[in-house]
């Protein structure tokens, strides 16, 4: 089993900065991609940014320019600094990996979720 756990969320002023952190830990065989989604009160969990392997970044169109996620494969972590946040996008935040334990089958595993609350 892989697990992941998040850090680095809480409450910011519209126009901050924050920046989440998540770590792999476990029976890790490889890790494909990893990545953070989030979801609103009332909302569908919905990708914020993922890394594949290779480096290749993939993005909401609402973060673009102001989320960055960087990946550590080394390390198995993937970091999100957020800046310029909105109140749009206030959320739980959830790291994910697709990842396996033995190589054979490759899974989505789901951190516990860190909130991010952008208000004045």
């Known amino acids: 089993q892989v697990q992941l756990v998040e850090s680095g969320g809480g409450l910011v002023q519209p126009g901050g900065s924050l920046r989440l952190s998540c770590a792999a830990s476990?029976?890790?065989?490889?890790?494909?991609?990893m990545g953070w989604y989030r979801q609103a009160p009332g909302k569908q969990r919905e990708l914020v940014a993922k890394?594949?392997?290779?480096?290749?970044?993939n993005y909401a169109d609402s973060v673009k320019g102001r989320f960055t996620i960087s990946r550590d494969n080394a390390k198995n972590t993937v970091a999100l600094q957020m800046n310029s946040l909105k109140p749009e996008d206030t959320a739980v935040y959830y790291c994910?990996?697709?990842?396996?334990?033995?190589?054979?089958?490759?899974?989505?595993?789901w951190g516990q979720g860190t909130q991010v609350t952008v208000s004045s």
């Open positions: 476990g029976r890790i065989f490889s890790i494909t991609a």
């Open positions: 994910n990996a697709v990842a396996s334990s033995t190589g054979a089958v490759y899974r989505d595993y």
């Open positions: 890394v594949i392997s290779g480096g290749r970044t």
